[in-house]
C-alpha cells in the first residue's frame, strides 16, 4: 500500500487501517470475471491489493492480442484488517471473503510471497485446477530460491505446484529436476 507523509507517521492506511501487525492477506471470491474491476475500486480506496495474472495470446479474426488473466479466476487478495472487512464486501465485483463457518480466514504470508516471486519471475508458469497429493519440496536453485511447494511430477524435469489452500488452486511451474529438494 502506498502511504502519504502523513500517513506513513502515524502507521495507518488511507482508511485508518493498521499498517503493520493486525493486517493479514485475504482471498476475496468476485463476480465471474469481474477480479480486475474490483481490485482497481480497492486499490483506490487504499486497501493493498494482489491479482496474480498469467498472460495468454488471444487470436480474434483481425489480430492477435497479449492478454492478462487471473491466475486464479474469480479471487484476488487483499491485505487489510478485521475492521476494513465491510469495505472490502461492498466493492462493485466482490462477492465474499474466503473462509470458514462465516469468518474469513487468513491466507498464511509465506503461500503469498510464493505466488508473488512466481508471478513477478521469469520461468513459465500455468494455473493449475486443484491440489494433487504430492511430496513437499523447496526451490534449491534460481529466481525461485526457497519457495516451497508441491511435486507433481519428477523427472525428467521437477514439475512442482506453488497453492493457495484456502482456494484449493494453484499454479504449476517446471524446473531442472536438481534444482528441488524434499522439505
Not at 157 to 162: G, N, P, S
Request: hydrophobic share 40%.
Amino acid at each position: 500500500m502506498n502511504l502519504s507523509g502523513a500517513d506513513r507517521d502515524s502507521g495507518r492506511g488511507a482508511l485508518g487501517e493498521e499498517v503493520e501487525g493486525l493486517s493479514s492477506w485475504y482471498a476475496l471470491r468476485t463476480r465471474s470475471r469481474q477480479e480486475k474491476m474490483a481490485s482497481k475500486f480497492l486499490q483506490k480506496t487504499g486497501i493493498e491489493v494482489f491479482l496474480p495474472t498469467i498472460s495468454r495470446v488471444r487470436q480474434w479474426k483481425d489480430r492477435r492480442m497479449r492478454v492478462l488473466f487471473p491466475l486464479f479466476p474469480g479471487y484476488c487478495f487483499v491485505r487489510c484488517s478485521v475492521v476494513l472487512f465491510r469495505h472490502v464486501r461492498m466493492a462493485p465485483g466482490a462477492v465474499e471473503l474466503m473462509g470458514s463457518a462465516g469468518m474469513p480466514v487468513p491466507i498464511p504470508q509465506e503461500e503469498i510471497n510464493a505466488v508473488q516471486r512466481l508471478v513477478y519471475c521469469t520461468l513459465p508458469y500455468d494455473p493449475h485446477p486443484t491440489l494433487e497429493p504430492g511430496m513437499k519440496v523447496r526451490v534449491v536453485r534460481g529466481p525461485l530460491f526457497d519457495v516451497e511447494g508441491v511435486l507433481i511430477r519428477k523427472s525428467p524435469r521437477a514439475k512442482i505446484l506453488i497453492s493457495i489452500h484456502l482456494l484449493h488452486q494453484g499454479a504449476t511451474v517446471t524446473l531442472d529436476a536438481e534444482d528441488v529438494v524434499p522439505v
